[in-house]
């Protein structure tokens, strides 16, 4: 086999395992200066060889590809078993191109343990494109739990004052809804007899069954998205977690949560997706105002932005449960659009925290003035989390929106309060930042970006615009795949 042939077949299996052996090379590099470049080198490698997976990708198929089919526990008919289809390929593409972001954004950022920090960086990369990729329900809690150590751990060790109740509070929880969807797993286990996730998929079930599979599965995406109330981990972690956390916990983490939804709780217990999606609907609207409310009341930057991903995720969530294309697309786009934004806030805020160590909003009024470069970025991020229209955030909530209302009407006309108060809050934010009147001395010694932090912000800025004007190629990479999960979905229709 030739080595571009090896490469076309084994592409996934690549992304998948690659971040493993360069964290083992990292493991034997003595310099702090060293440890950041092999980090920057091989996260962005990993990040050219995956926009592969789109050149190669056929979106006129549902069917999965890039499938790699190995028997892994041949007693137990467990297989290494690893394939994409037009969702899973936007995800595991937000996966491999935010991470060297990441590596960016901790340059200067993380000052002790620097070598043990990029080895959890690259440990969690391999486990997160897994989850995107497997096939195999027990390949896919491997890859779910191993993402738990590292994530714990970047909380834990490089997080802030209260870091440990933070890292300790993640893991319990997600420890919790592990327990759920573990238990799912042997259920449909004794009754395909399969751990694949295809023959799951398109099995009859029992009405009973799937309400039972629905309920335990439900409950461990919802505590990963984190819906309410499920989400109280989310900003004590947030606040707690060096920037790169925070941004691998928005970007990326809290979309295991709607992507189980995806795949696992629509095409496999489809009655009970029909029976209980009115009422999510309603939860997901709660979760929005909350989000939005809640956000609206914090004065550090930072717990400000973790609120509000329970807004944005809860309209995710809505548009998931709205069991209509508009809605799916909807949701698939607030994935990715709140994985380049909100990411982008949280590398702000962290950039911020490094010059002046506060996130306090009444401390930060009026610096605006001061670091023109850094306002004209943070203002773009801040009206595309508002989703202004133009920006990459309006045109997934304005399909949600769409998609919600033939759901349920009335459902829409509540979560209207949760809009403007996003609206409110990032308006606020930018208006006391920009144009606030407080002076802090400190202020007129602040720089503004540097090279190095245009960079990491510049790709995130070309995203907003991107999707925002042109979403298209994003919406027929993903037509196609979603209409297959609703058609599953609707089969007792």
């Not at 932005?305 to 449960?321: L, R, T």
Request: glycine content about 8%; hydrophobic content about 55%.
């Amino acid at each position: 086999m030739t080595s571009q042939g090896f490469l076309d077949t084994h592409l996934l299996s690549i992304l998948i395992f690659a971040p493993l052996a360069a964290a083992a090379v990292s493991a034997v590099l003595r310099s702090e200066q060293a440890q950041r470049i092999w980090a920057l080198v091989a996260t962005t490698a990993l990040a050219a060889l995956s926009i592969g997976l789109w050149c190669r990708f056929d979106a006129s198929t549902h069917a999965f590809q890039f499938v790699e089919n190995y028997s892994w526990i041949p007693s137990l008919k467990i297989n290494y078993a690893v394939g994409l289809d037009g969702i899973s390929v936007l995800l595991v593409l937000l996966t491999t191109l935010i991470t060297p972001l990441c590596v960016l954004a901790s340059w200067t950022y993380i000052k002790k343990r620097v070598k043990e920090f990029m080895i959890a960086l690259l440990v969690m990369e391999a486990a997160m494109v897994g989850v995107f990729s497997a096939l195999d329900t027990v390949l896919f809690f491997t890859f779910w739990e191993a993402m738990l150590i590292p994530m714990s751990l970047m909380i834990g060790v490089w997080g802030g004052p209260r870091r440990i109740y933070a890292s300790l509070k993640f893991f319990i929880y997600t420890m919790a809804g592990s327990i759920f969807l573990l238990v799912s797993i042997i259920a449909i286990r004794l009754q395909t007899g399969s751990f694949g996730i295809q023959e799951a998929m398109g099995h009859p079930f029992s009405h009973g069954f799937q309400l039972w599979i629905f309920a335990a599965f439900f409950l461990s995406f919802a505590i990963k998205v984190p819906m309410f109330p499920f989400h109280t981990w989310l900003p004590a972690a947030h606040v707690e977690a060096p920037t790169a956390g925070s941004v691998i916990l928005a970007s990326v983490l809290l979309k295991m949560g709607t992507y189980g939804f995806l795949r696992f709780c629509l095409p496999m217990a489809p009655y009970a997706t029909q029976v209980l999606a009115p009422y999510i609907i309603w939860a997901s609207v709660i979760a929005v105002i909350y989000g939005g409310f809640t956000a609206l009341a914090q004065g550090d930057m930072k717990k400000l932005v973790a609120y509000s991903s329970v807004a944005h995720m809860g309209f995710a969530v809505m548009g998931i449960f709205s069991l209509n294309q508009q809605g799916l697309e909807g949701a698939t786009l607030v994935m990715i659009n709140h994985g380049i934004t909100t990411g982008a806030l949280f590398i702000m805020v962290g950039i911020l925290y490094e010059r002046l160590h506060t996130r306090e909003l009444d401390k930060l009024a009026g610096l605006g003035a001061k670091i023109p470069v850094f306002t004209g970025f943070f203002g773009v991020f801040c009206l595309s989390s508002l989703a202004f229209p133009g920006t990459n955030s309006f045109v997934g909530e304005f399909l949600v929106l769409a998609g919600g209302f033939k759901a349920s009407p009335w459902a829409v006309v509540c979560v209207v309060p949760g809009v403007i108060a996003a609206a409110a809050y990032m308006y606020r934010v930018l208006q006391k930042f920009a144009y606030g009147s407080a002076e802090n001395p400190e202020h007129h010694e602040v720089a503004d970006l540097s090279l190095r932090e245009i960079i990491t912000l510049a790709p995130l800025l070309f995203g907003v615009f991107w999707v925002g004007l042109h979403p298209q190629p994003l919406l027929n990479v993903m037509k196609v795949s979603l209409a297959h999960v609703l058609e599953q979905a609707q089969r007792h229709l």
